[in-house]
């Protein structure tokens, strides 16, 4: 893959574009990623934080920021939100590349408006997600499309790694969501520690949390600060066999 492709493929804008990675759905359509700063990922760079590490995990850091720093990005599509947060909600327990790009893609092209796309989700298809999608895009609206991640996890079926995906990918790069493949490489750079409790996570910020120290989220958070969603992505290519750390 080249840098681009790096960067898209485990993002959640990769829903809004064709497989040219041509803007077809939300603003700006008819760009092509690589042209635009926020879609290529190029408006992040780790060095710009490289001293949030803290100082036993600052060789690991700096080692994948001479390594991928100048290439993996963060993608980030400003003013698509509402998809967005569609897209971060059905990639509950499924395949993302197979499953919610389909998904999706058919949800977008019908609308884009959230509330339409929230009574067309059972339609498209039989799964869980789609059936759980019309309450928890309600509630995002009625809280008024938050970004606050206690405000997110009090939505109807937004886990923590949902919330956390949503934030990384609308530019909260302190969010790092913790998924198998985080949990299988993060022992990897000396970040240690359990999945994050929903309950906790819903009554606790990460600073707050009794769990802290043995929760993943919260160490990535504390250790890593805005380089924390950066190197979640580099560990999710890891994991799938796409580059080394």
């Excluded at 971060?88 to 395949?95: G, I, Y």
């Excluded at 609308?170 to 969501?177: K, W, Y």
């Excluded at 009554?203 to 707050?208: A, F, L, P, V």
Aim: net charge positive; glycine share 6%.
């Amino acid at each position: 893959m080249n840098c681009l492709q790096l960067t898209l493929y485990p993002s959640i804008t990769l829903a809004l574009l064709d497989e040219r990675f041509v803007k077809i759905f939300g603003v700006k359509k008819g760009v092509w990623a690589g042209d635009d700063l926020y879609i290529s990922g190029r408006w992040y760079s780790p060095w710009r934080y490289i001293n949030d590490a803290a100082s036993d995990l600052r060789d690991a850091v700096q080692n994948l920021a001479e390594r991928y720093g100048h290439c993996v990005g963060i993608s980030t599509s400003p003013g698509d939100e509402d998809l967005l947060f569609v897209v971060a909600f059905l990639t509950q327990n499924t395949n993302y590349h197979t499953n919610v790009l389909r998904w999706t893609r058919a949800l977008f092209s019908k609308t884009e408006d959230p509330a339409e796309i929230a009574e067309i989700a059972p339609s498209i298809g039989r799964s869980y997600q789609l059936r759980r999608l019309p309450q928890a895009v309600k509630r995002y609206l009625e809280l008024g499309r938050p970004r606050d991640r206690r405000e997110l996890l009090s939505i109807p079926g937004v886990g923590a790694k949902v919330a956390d995906l949503y934030l990384l990918f609308t530019g909260d790069t302190t969010a790092a969501p913790v998924d198998k493949h985080f949990m299988r490489t993060a022992p990897r750079l000396g970040l240690r520690g359990r999945p994050p409790s929903p309950a906790h996570c819903r009554r606790y910020t990460c600073d707050t949390c009794p769990l802290a120290p043995r929760c993943l989220r919260a160490q990535a958070a504390e250790k890593l600060g805005r380089l924390a969603g950066w190197v979640q992505t580099l560990a999710y290519l890891a994991d799938k066999g796409i580059l080394s750390i």
